[in-house]
C-alpha cells in the first residue's frame, strides 16, 4: 500500500505498512482498485455524455465509491470487495451502451476500462500496479491526487445532496470528466493545474447545492444555545454529517423513550429548526471525532456513524456492539443499516430497540455552546456586524475553519484562539472548532467572538458572509477585507473547501498544522507564488503577521 492523502500520512510521506488511521494494507490496495475501475467506467460515461446519455445509477456509484474511500470513512473489506464486483458489472453495462452508439470502443485502451480480476491473489497484485505510487513524474502524481482529493470530498457533499433529493449532472460529468483527465499521459503541468482550479470551481457549486439541500429541507440555520449535559434516558449519539439520517432517526426515536444527542460534525444539527423541534433531541455530546474512543465508553448508548471519522476501537473497548454504521461508513466489527429503499425512510427500528436496552449517558459537562452563524442568520445581522466593522470594535476576522486531529501540534489552534486579541472574531465551520468552541471567548458588542457556521462543508457560508461584507463595505476584492485565513486540515473534505476558496480568490491562507504530503516541492511553490498559501509557525509569529497584514491595509 501507499496512500498519503491525509495530515497523518506517516512521516508527512506516506503509509506504506498500515494506515496511521488504521486502514489494513489489504483494504487500501481494494481502495485503489476500486478508483482505477472508477477511472476506468468513466471512460465509457464521459464519451456516452456526447450522446445525450446519463446513467444515473452509475452516476452514484461513482459517488458513493469515492466517498467510501475518505479518511476514516470505511474500514470493511467486504463492502470494499462486493463493491469492486458492482464495479465491473457497471463498466460492462457503460461499454455496450457506448457500443450502441456505433463508437469505436477498441479505441479505449485504459488499463481500468478492461481489467477484471477474479482472485484474491489478482486483485492483491493488480492493486500493486494501480496505486499512486504507479505516476512517476512527482508534480504530475501530485496534481493528479490534489484533484482526486477534491474529487472525493466534492462526492461526499454531492452524496449528502442526493439524499435530499438533490443532485446536478453537471457535478457527476465532471468528476468523471476529471477522473479520466487524471489518466491522460498527454496533460501538461499547466492543464493538470488548470483542472485542479476547476475542481474547486465544482467544489463551490457542489457545496452551493448542498447548502440548498439542508436549509430548503430543514430551514436556515439559527442561533442556539447547544446544552453539553445529558438526561436520565437510555440515548443515541449521531455522528458524522448526514443531515437525512438525521431526520429519520429523530423522527423514528420520537416518544420511544430514546434521547438523541449529536456528536462531532453532527453538532450543527441542532441549529437546524426542523429538528430543534423534538423535545427529545437533547444536545451534544464530547468532542471532536478523534475523542470517541473516550466518549463512546462515557456514552452508555447507542453510536451511529453516518459517515467519517471512524476511529478503530481498542480491542479492549466495551462500546463496539453499540456501534452502527450506515452510508458510505463502515467497520467489520461494527452493524451496518443499508440504504433506503425508494421512497421509504431508513430503517432504524433494530437500533432504536437495542438503545432501550442501555444505559443512560455518563454526564462528562454541562453547560452550553452557541452556534448557528450560517450565512442567513449572520446575513439578518448584517448591520449590527458592520457597524462593529466600521467603528473599529471589530478589528479582523479570522476564518479558523477546517479539521481536527490528534497531532499534538494541533494545540497550536487552541492557542492562536486564546491569544487573538479582543478585537477579533473568529469564523468557523468544521471539526477544527472544537479546539475552542468551549473556551470563554466573549462577546463584541452582543457578537460572540467564535461564529460557528455548521459543518466542513458550511464553509460555503462563510464565503456567502465574506462576500455580503465585501458589497456592504464597497470594496471590490474579497482579500481587502479584514479577514485572515488560518485553516487546518485533515482529510479530503478539507481539500474540496480549501480549492474552492482558491478558485474564489482567496488569497495567503495559513494552512496546517503541516502542508500536505501529496504537495510536490514545486506545487507547494505554484500555490505560494499564485495565492500566497503558506504553512504554519509559531502562533506568536502568524498572530504578529496575520494582525498586520490587516492592518496595512
Ligand atoms: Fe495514512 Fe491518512 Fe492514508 Fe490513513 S488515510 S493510510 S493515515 S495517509
Ligand atoms: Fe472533521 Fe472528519 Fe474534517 Fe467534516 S469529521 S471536518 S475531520
Known sequence: MFCFQCQEAAKNEGCTVKGVCGKTTEVANLQDLLLFLCKGISHYTVPLRKYGIE?????????????????????????????????????NAARERLANTGTDIEGITFDGALWVGETEVEITEKAFEVGVLTTKDEDVRSLRELTVYGLKGMAAYAEHAFNLGYEENEIFAFMQRALVATTDDSLSVDELTALVLETGKYGVQVMALLDRANTSSYGNPEIT?????????????????????????????????????????????????????????????????????????????????????????????????????????????????????????????????????????????????????????????????????????????????????????????????????????????????YRYNKLPLGEINGIPRVLDAGQCNDSYSLVKIALALKEALGLTDLNDLPIAYNIAW????????????????????????????????????????????????????????????????
Not at 70 to 78: E, L, Q
Not at 346 to 374: W, Y
Not at 491 to 497: D, N, S, T
Open 55 to 91: 446513467i444515473p445509477q452509475i452516476n452514484k456509484f461513482i459517488t458513493d465509491s469515492l466517498f467510501m474511500t475518505i479518511t476514516n470513512a470505511n474500514f470493511d473489506k467486504s463492502r470494499f470487495t462486493t463493491r469492486l464486483l458492482m464495479a465491473f458489472e457497471m463498466r
Open 225 to 433: 444555545k447547544v446544552n453539553l449535559g445529558v438526561r436520565n434516558n437510555p440515548g443515541i449519539l449521531i455522528s458524522g454529517h448526514d443531515l437525512k439520517d438525521m431526520e429519520d432517526l429523530l423522527k423514528q426515536t420520537e416518544g420511544t423513550g430514546v434521547d438523541v444527542y449529536t456528536h462531532s460534525e453532527m453538532l450543527p444539527a441542532n441549529y437546524y429548526p426542523a429538528f430543534k423541534k423534538y423535545s427529545h433531541f437533547v444536545g451534544n455530546y464530547g468532542s471532536s471525532w478523534w475523542h470517541q474512543t473516550e466518549d463512546f465508553e462515557n456514552f452508555n448508548g447507542i453510536i451511529l456513524f453516518t459517515t467519517n471519522c471512524i476511529v478503530p476501537p481498542r480491542k479492549s473497548s466495551t462500546y463496539i456492539d453499540r456501534v452502527y454504521t450506515t452510508g458510505a461508513s463502515g467497520f467489520e466489527g461494527f452493524k451496518h443499516i443499508g440504504d433506503r429503499k425508494e421512497g421509504q425512510p431508513k430503517d432504524f427500528s433494530a437500533m432504536i430497540e437495542h438503545a432501550k436496552k442501555c444505559a443512560a449517558p455518563k454526564e462528562i459537562e454541562t453547560g452550553e455552546i452557541v452556534g448557528g452563524f450560517a450565512h442567513n442568520q449572520v446575513i439578518t445581522l448584517a448591520d449590527k456586524v458592520i457597524e462593529a466593522v466600521e467603528s473599529g470594535a471589530i478589528r479582523k476576522f479570522f476564518v479558523m475553519g477546517g479539521c481536527d486531529g490528534r497531532m499534538n501540534g494541533r494545540n497550536y489552534y487552541t492557542e492562536f484562539a486564546q491569544k487573538l486579541p479582543g478585537d477579533t472574531v473568529i469564523l468557523t465551520a468544521g471539526c477544527a472548532k
Open 490 to 553: 485533515y482529510e479530503q473534505k478539507a481539500v474540496i473547501v480549501l480549492l474552492a476558496l482558491l478558485y474564489l480568490g482567496v488569497k495567503n491562507i495559513h494552512l496546517g498544522p503541516t502542508l500536505p504530503a501529496f504537495l510536490s516541492p514545486n506545487v507547494v511553490n505554484v500555490l505560494v507564488n499564485n495565492f500566497g498559501i503558506s504553512g504554519i509557525t509559531s502562533v506568536d509569529e502568524d498572530m504578529k503577521l496575520l494582525l498586520e497584514t490587516v492592518e496595512s491595509k
